[in-house]
């Protein structure tokens, strides 16, 4: 993967939200703060615009939030494991412990439809999924989430 979509800095653990909502706060100012948005409240609604299309809850405790508007200043890939599972409307029901966040500047959207496609074949495979899910090493859990390709 990309060193300047994903590193090691872009992964929070024990994230404390306890709805989507407040999930989704946490990931905008997350990403703002990396520098790879302009405004957190402008990503925060555009995270709250792409879910009211569809769920981006995966399977398997495991969801994909993402938007392309037009705060976001360049491509990333974020992971945010939380502390207990949030209800996320996803479509195996199940809530969620970890959200894989993706930034899609406008410019982008081949990138972002590759990088979406690379992510959601991963979490097909059985043992990186768990290992995404369990994982509490951060230089191994990078080292996971760098080899994605």
């Known amino acids: ?9 872009n992964i929070l653990f024990d994230q404390t939200s306890q709805t989507q909502d407040e999930a989704f ?4 100012q997350f990403v703002a703060d990396r520098g790879y948005v302009t405004s957190a409240q402008a990503y925060y609604q555009g995270l709250i615009a792409r879910e009211k ?4 809850g995966f399977k398997n405790g495991i ?4 938007s ?8 990333g890939l ?8 949030i209800e996320w409307h996803a479509l195996d029901q199940q809530p969620v412990q970890v959200a894989f966040t993706l930034t899609i500047p406008k410019t982008g959207s081949k990138k972002h439809l590759r990088l979406l496609s690379l992510i959601a074949r991963k979490l097909m495979d059985e043992t990186f999924t768990q ?10 859990l990078t080292q996971l989430i760098a080899a994605i390709n």
């Open 1 to 9: 993967m990309e060193t300047e979509i994903f590193s090691k800095s």
């Open 25 to 28: 706060k946490k990931m905008a």
């Open 53 to 56: 299309e569809t769920t981006t």
């Open 63 to 66: 969801a994909i939030p993402h």
């Open 68 to 75: 392309d508007d037009d705060s976001v200043k360049a491509a």
């Open 78 to 85: 974020f992971l945010i494991k939380f502390r207990h599972r």
């Open 131 to 140: 290992a995404v899910l369990t994982e509490t090493d951060l230089d191994k």
